[in-house]
């Protein structure tokens, strides 16, 4: 079976460069081999079916829904936990019949699409499976698909994601006091959670020690902070002493958020400046601690981590589920962990997104320019580091962090960033409310099957 749906859409002037502008994926149009009925043209019915809605100038049929269902449930499996079958054709109804309403609103807004632009949406489908554009023909034909219908199916969709990309985002306002809160809220939230350096030098306690052996071991410990305030170097007190990991660094563990070290340790050097050690022995469950403090990373007002990250995206549809993607993206993880394919081979034949044709690339993005799941993910993963496949509004993602730098942002830039992070934060319940209205709006008759 062909997966038909288009690569991304591109985004319209003036968006940024980035994931969560490429394009939005939270409606997929129900192309041909999902809706069967509805590409045999408005009137035409397959021997035994019947109008389930009509929806303004569309048709619903049952059979669409029957198909819909049992392709969620191949999709996920017969063991997965779903709702009751009455349930699920109730939502798979619910699903179709917003898709009519969407297909029917882009129609009568009077969007136009040329041939070009379907042109290169079907041949961006043909490229998706690896196939020709006469191969793809036969296969339709196969199917018993009309190669017309087909086109105009693509062409609605299209027309559907321009539609909603006008309406939903124009429903969205953000003032300057908005833009202003949430840049103090970020710098706040920043300093609440600075990166610090600390080194320490760990002299252990054995597990049920008795308290002679714990005297003995904090007289060590104390051995080494009186060394150290004498003014021998750290470093040298712990490769010599310490019994942690990092003695071979001279104690050092490295920047880090302060949410990623342990509470005790911000709280013991929360006071210090970069160069003091605590006046006494940190006493924790693995033993006794000195710890000194490197350095401290605090906010700085305009300056941003940026990181340029790559993907591969597999685009849930009908016909892919986001389970079946998540084990193809499993599959493609290991061949480049084994190296027997590189990221940006996957990438380029694989990956549904304009970033394909560069191996994935997304370039540089400053924090709050993606979706906050991809986000996330990406700031969970070292330099070089691969995720496990994710999942957001717009698909199924492979990720790998290629570089990360701190940046100065011009005021225009950094209020530039806050304006696109809360359009985000917006987005899906300006998208509710927006289908919710269509659907108010429309004709929707329900028909009872036929006696």
Known sequence: ??????????????????????????WVVALVFSAPAW???????RSGDYIAVIVNQELVTAGEVDRRVERVMTDVGRNAKLPPEPELRRQALDALIDERVMISSARDS???????????????????NQISLDVLRERLRAEGTDYGRFRANVRDQIM??????REVYSRIKISDEDIDRLIEQQRQAANADPETNIAQILVTVPEGADEATVAARRARAEVALKRVKAGEPFDVVAKEISEDGNRKNGGEIGLRLASKLPDV????????????????????????????LIERKEAVAGRVTQTRARHVLLRTSPQLSAEVASRRLAEYRKQIESG????????RQYSEDGSAASGGDLGWAAPGVMVPEFETAMNELPVGGLSAPVVSRFGVHLIQVLERREVALEPRQ????????????????????????????AYVEYREPPQ
């Open 1 to 26: 079976m062909i997966d038909c749906t288009p690569r991304r859409l591109p985004a319209p002037p003036g968006t940024p460069r980035a994931l969560a502008r490429h394009t939005l994926a939270l």
């Open 39 to 45: 590409s045999q043209g408005r009137s035409g019915l």
């Open 110 to 128: 009077g969007m136009r699409v040329e041939d070009p632009e379907v042109d290169r949406a079907v041949q961006s489908i043909a490229a998706q």
């Open 160 to 165: 559907i994601e321009r539609l909603r990309e």
């Open 265 to 292: 340790f911000v709280e013991a050097t929360k006071n210090l400046k970069p160069g003091e050690v605590t006046a006494q022995p940190l006493r924790t469950g693995a033993g006794f601690h000195v710890l000194k």
């Open 340 to 347: 027997a394919r590189t990221f940006e081979d996957i990438a």
């Open 414 to 441: 950094l209020r530039e960033q806050a304006r696109n992070a809360l359009r985000e934060q917006r987005f899906e319940q300006a998208y509710l409310d927006w289908t919710k209205e269509l659907r108010s709006r």
